[in-house]
């Protein structure tokens, strides 16, 4: 019923932003990202619509940093195939490729064997943060430690296998 409404509200919306603006806001490519903030934006105010990845990279000078890295971390709740759609780990995975760098995606569920979609990416290894079988919602609160452990574990492997300098 939810889903229904929302779409009889889009519809509506849509039909109202075409009939007084001339936009049709339906055949905006990535117009329903961020709950449809985009093509509303577009739609009513005739901004011009930027992938977010591409706008942060910007920003923080994402490309330099990954150039000068040594090695990557990422992550997101759950790497699926929308991970790869232009959303942060995805697009991370693909600065590193572009610069030959490791990159470690952490999340609450990964897949259960690698794709050619994930190398084929950049990834370089995939680690779930659970360290045992638990629901979603207790992943989800504890996700923050549960995170830490993870990554201090794949870090002391990845520290013990460099040379050391003294």
Do not use: H, W
């Not at 449809?36 to 591409?54: D, H, Q, S, T, V």
């Not at 699926?80 to 609450?108: H, M, N, Q």
């Not at 452990?149 to 794949?154: C, H, T």
């Amino acid at each position: 019923m939810r889903l229904f409404l929302s779409l009889v509200l889009f519809c509506s919306l849509a039909d109202v932003i075409l009939k007084n603006f001339g936009r049709d806001i339906r055949v905006l490519s990535c117009g329903g990202a961020a709950g449809g903030f985009a093509a509303g934006f577009y739609g009513l105010l005739n901004c011009r619509i930027r992938p977010g990845f591409e706008l942060i990279s910007e920003t923080l000078g994402l490309e330099e940093t990954v150039k000068n890295c040594d090695l990557i971390l990422t992550g997101e709740g759950s790497l699926d195939e929308t991970s790869f759609k232009g959303k942060v780990p995805g697009c991370v995975a693909e600065l590193c490729k572009r610069y030959s760098k490791p990159c470690i995606f952490f999340g609450g569920r990964v897949p259960e064997q690698r794709t050619d979609e994930i190398t084929n990416a950049g990834m370089t290894a995939m680690f779930s943060i659970s360290n045992r079988p638990m629901s979603l919602q207790e992943s989800q609160r504890k996700a923050s430690i549960l995170l830490k452990n993870k990554v201090e574990e794949v870090l002391r492997v990845y520290l013990s296998s460099r040379p050391r300098f003294s």
